[in-house]
Nanobody
Framework: QVQLVESGGGLVQAGGSLRLTCAAS????????ISWFRQAPGKEREGVGC????????YYADSVKGRFTISRDNAKNTVYLQMNSLKPEDTAVYYC???????????????????????WGQGTQVTVSS
């Protein structure tokens, strides 16, 4: 059974940092990209970034570029989202997702389509106070 479990969320002051973890099971993580999305109250889910299967490529939304970094440890079946210089507008529930039907989902023009992903974690809340 495919499962993604996010952890590491919490309350942090503006300018602070958090590292989220996405633990994968039920499939061979090595073969697939992992994407991060977030959803703020009253807003649509939006892409944060993705990392390709071997970690050779990463893509980020303009709003987080230079502040967030995605990395992965395939040996631990884990993907990380390091978030620095957090802003109140980063407050949201953060989700990791994977598209097991397309090993090339993490590419410049395809990674951010929410509807392309069939496997999602339950989300972890990140709250940034001003």
């Amino acid at each position: 059974q495919v499962q993604l479990v996010e952890s590491g969320g919490g309350l942090v002051q503006a300018g602070g940092s958090l590292r989220l973890t996405c633990a994968a099971s039920g499939f061979t993580l090595d073969y697939y990209g992992i994407s991060w999305f977030r959803q703020a109250p009253g807003k649509e889910r939006e892409g944060v970034g993705c990392i390709s299967s071997r970690g050779g490529s990463t893509y980020y939304a303009d709003s987080v570029k230079g502040r967030f970094t995605i990395s992965r440890d395939n040996a631990k079946n884990t993907v990380y989202l390091q978030m620095n210089s957090l802003k109140p507008e980063d407050t949201a529930v953060y989700y990791c997702a994977t598209d097991l039907l397309n090993v090339h989902r993490c590419s410049a023009y395809m990674w951010s389509f929410v509807t392309a992903y069939e496997n999602w974690g339950q989300g972890t809340q990140v709250t940034v106070s001003s």
